[in-house]
């Protein structure tokens, strides 16, 4: 029985040894760190959900927002620069089929963009809870607060995974490291400047809209849901598209 590409072992072997995966995870619960709103830790005990509301307010800084697309990119971005310029890619190829390999490179990509803050953003949640909870008034966790900010800490992992694959992209492309990790910074930044100076309305192609889903995306916005899935499936689709191209040369 074949295994799905997305739970195989070895392409999640190959990404869980990216140096890059955990180095870009330690930015990542960096920020969630700095954002912590420490200052709202006054008189104990604090009231019941305080430990779910200051999380929220951690995930939803600027400086996330900031670092996403340089965390998103690290692990795995400039990945076909490496194998193809190394020669690795051709011994790669003789193990496995073409299109074996745009899967698994397309899917690993995906997921090194999506598990850095995702990882960063579980590992500060479980730390908060240990900490702040016991400050708390006893009584029950809001749970529907907890889900907002899983949902919240998804959406951010989402992104990280369309910034990766845009890197991927650039990858191939130009097979050039300062293109894959560097182009995918200018483009997250040049759709703010354009939401921000010139096209306030453009909420669907903000950045920080993904994360903070603020506007109207339909009823329990499952909309920005949508959008998410949608624009991963076109840049996997277009990436896997521009790999078979070049594969053929191979």
């Known amino acids: 029985m074949r295994i799905c590409p997305l739970c195989s072992g ?15 995870a330690l930015p990542g619960f960096l920020a969630i760190l700095a954002g912590f709103p420490f200052d709202k830790i006054e008189e104990l ?6 430990f779910i509301e200051m999380y929220h307010m951690a995930l939803d800084t600027q400086t996330i927002l900031f670092l996403l697309p340089i965390a998103a990119v690290l692990p795995m971005g400039g990945v076909y620069v490496k194998e193809s310029s190394s020669g690795f890619l051709r011994l790669y190829i003789s193990r496995i089929s ?3 390999y745009i899967k698994r490179k397309t899917i690993q990509i995906y997921i090194g963009g999506f598990l850095p803050f995702f990882l960063a ?30 949902r919240y800490l998804l959406r951010i992992a989402l992104v990280g995974g369309i910034l990766a694959e845009v890197s991927g992209i650039f990858a191939v492309s130009f097979r050039n490291y300062y293109m894959a990790y ?22 669907a192609m903000y950045p920080a809209e993904w994360l903070k889903c603020e506007q ?17 499936l076109a840049l996997m689709l277009l990436h896997g598209l521009l790999l078979y191209r070049r594969l053929k040369d191979i």
Do not use: H
Not at 219 to 229: E, Q, S, T, Y
């Open 10 to 24: 070895g392409t999640m072997k190959e990404l869980l040894k990216e140096r890059g995966l955990w180095i870009a």
């Open 45 to 50: 005990p604090l009231r019941q959900g305080s």
């Open 98 to 100: 073409q299109m074996q």
């Open 121 to 150: 953003g579980i590992v500060a949640l479980v730390l908060c809870f240990l900490a702040i909870y016991p400050m708390e008034l006893q009584g029950e966790i809001p749970w529907e607060s907890v889900w907002e900010s899983m």
């Open 182 to 203: 560097g182009l995918p910074f200018v483009c997250y930044y040049m759709l703010v400047i354009l939401k921000e100076r010139y096209f306030t309305n453009m909420y």
């Open 216 to 232: 109207d995306w339909g009823v329990d916005g499952i909309g920005i849901w949508i959008f998410l899935a949608l624009f991963s």
